[in-house]
């Protein structure tokens, strides 16, 4: 396995660090270690952290794994749901944008991160970000958003999460009025999570219809 420390430079892209919840208890895969499943002959959360290599952190909320240049945090207590992982791995955040994303999207690549840090507006003069909105999600095809694959200002997401006592990151990001990223049909979506078994299998047989078609 290769390093991902990235410069968060590349392709042009503004500097950014990455946080990947992979420590929720995936009750409906049997509490199987999820984000170590395979698709394609790599374990899930690998896919996902390779398409944020160019971040200037990647750091995963979950158990540690071998993948160097990683760093690996805990959420407390740990399977204690997304806002106690998000706030575990924003506490280790330092650039001034951060890329949250499930651990468990096999067919999320650079482009689309990239997409989403070119729809992430711009800070304003006093502080804030252009027309009130602190990031950019991607929305699925029938128009509804996905909270674990987005980008926010780092500022932002902490001052809303001190605010915040819920346990809903819906709840939390959605006040935050993201920008949202529409990508173009065709291709195989990069919100398909693997949510259960049913998931997992489907996501294995794209992944060999893709290696059959290159």
Not at 18 to 44: C, H, N, Q, T, Y
Not at 135 to 160: F, S
Request: glycine share 14%; hydrophobic share 45%.
């Amino acid at each position: 396995m290769c390093a991902l420390h990235g410069t968060g430079e590349a392709g042009g892209d503004p500097p950014y660090d990455a946080v990947i919840l992979a420590g929720g208890r995936a009750e409906r895969l049997g509490g199987a270690d999820k984000p170590g499943a395979l698709v394609g002959g790599v374990p899930l959360v690998e896919l996902v952290a390779a398409a944020v290599r160019a971040a200037r952190a990647v750091i995963v909320v979950g158990p540690p794994r071998d993948l160097p240049g990683v760093v690996f945090t805990r959420e407390d207590p740990p399977g204690g749901g997304p806002v106690p992982a998000l706030r575990a791995g924003l506490a280790q955040v330092t650039s001034p944008s951060v890329v949250l994303l499930a651990a468990d999207l096999p067919f999320l690549r650079a482009a689309h991160v990239a997409a989403l840090l070119a729809a992430l507006p711009e800070n304003d003069t006093e502080g804030g970000t252009a027309g009130g909105a602190a990031g950019a999600v991607l929305v699925d095809d029938t128009g509804r958003e996905q909270w674990l694959a987005g980008v926010w200002r780092t500022a932002a997401l902490r001052a809303a999460l001190g605010a915040y006592e819920g346990r809903s990151l819906r709840g939390l990001l959605g006040p935050l009025a993201p920008v949202p990223v529409r990508l173009a049909a065709g291709a195989t979506p990069p919100w398909f999570d693997c949510d259960s078994i049913e998931d997992l299998h489907a996501a294995r047989a794209r992944a060999g219809e893709r290696r059959e078609r290159a």
